[in-house]
T-cell receptor, first 115, second 112 residues
Framework: DSGVTQTPKHLITATGQRVTLRCSPRSGDLSVYWYQQSLDQGLQFLIQYYNGEERAKGNILERFSAQQFPDLHSELNLSSLELGDSALYFC??????????????FGPGTRLLVL | GENVEQHPSTLSVQEGDSAVIKCTYSDSASNYFPWYKQELGKGPQLIIDIRSNVGEKKDQRIAVTLNKTAKHFSLHITETQPEDSAVYFCAASNGGANNLFFGTGTRLTVIP
């Protein structure tokens, strides 16, 4: 158990809908990272938040957005969903801002299926 | 950006034998190289990592080597056990941003 929690575990929805994925980092960690894992793209970095502020951005679609709240939990919002958005979404956390190659601890993931 | 290649994609070994997984990276600024193990239905779990100021690191049956000149790093698992069966991912990141660039994964099967 990494200490990172994600809800829900599974999500089934329809194309065009909007969903919110939630992540709580390990106690004391200030950074949250979101990754997408799909069969064709592998594990891809989406976005990082550090202490409430966006720190780094990867291949995140404009239809996707995230935020980190004062209690440090984070939410990933996916809108106008398409079939190709079906994937596993992982959250990871690290102690600081990540500038020195900090260890990232991954949560169990949310499996999203878009029908 | 960084590009990480990983080989082989699948690997089967007899219990007790060694397993080696290799990765190459493209960005010479990368300085942190973790390895993750992912079991079915679970998130990636860090098993070992290495930073660019060392060439080798060992933790019991697991070791990682890094060749900065050639820009490649490898995972070595000795005395493999059935519970080592999983998908293994290598990753790289540079000091400027900690977002990890992952390899495509190696499915390791240890045959009892």
């Amino acid at each position: 158990d990494s200490g990172v929690t994600q809800t829900p575990k599974h999500l089934i929805t329809a194309t065009g809908q909007r969903v919110t994925l939630r992540c709580s980092p390990r106690s004391g960690d200030l950074s949250v990272y979101w990754y997408q894992q799909s069969l064709d793209q592998g594990l891809q970095f989406l976005i990082q938040y550090y202490n409430g502020e966006e720190r780094a951005k990867g291949n995140i679609l404009e239809r996707f957005s995230a935020q980190q709240f004062p209690d440090l939990h984070s939410e990933l919002n996916l809108s106008s969903l398409e079939l190709g958005d079906s994937a596993l979404y992982f959250c990871a956390s690290s102690v600081g801002g990540g500038g020195a190659g900090e260890t990232q601890y991954f949560g169990p993931g949310t499996r999203l299926l878009v029908l | 950006g960084e590009n990480v290649e990983q080989h082989p994609s699948t690997l089967s070994v007899q219990e007790g034998d060694s397993a080696v997984i290799k990765c190459t990276y493209s960005d010479s600024a990368s300085n942190y190289f973790p390895w993750y193990k992912q079991e079915l239905g679970k998130g990636p779990q860090l098993i070992i990592d290495i930073r660019s100021n060392v060439g080798e690191k060992k933790d019991q049956r697991i070791a990682v080597t890094l060749n900065k000149t050639a820009k490649h790093f490898s995972l070595h698992i000795t005395e493999t056990q059935p519970e080592d069966s999983a998908v293994y991912f290598c990753a790289a990141s540079n000091g400027g941003a900690n977002n990890l660039f992952f390899g495509t994964g190696t499915r390791l099967t240890v045959i009892p």
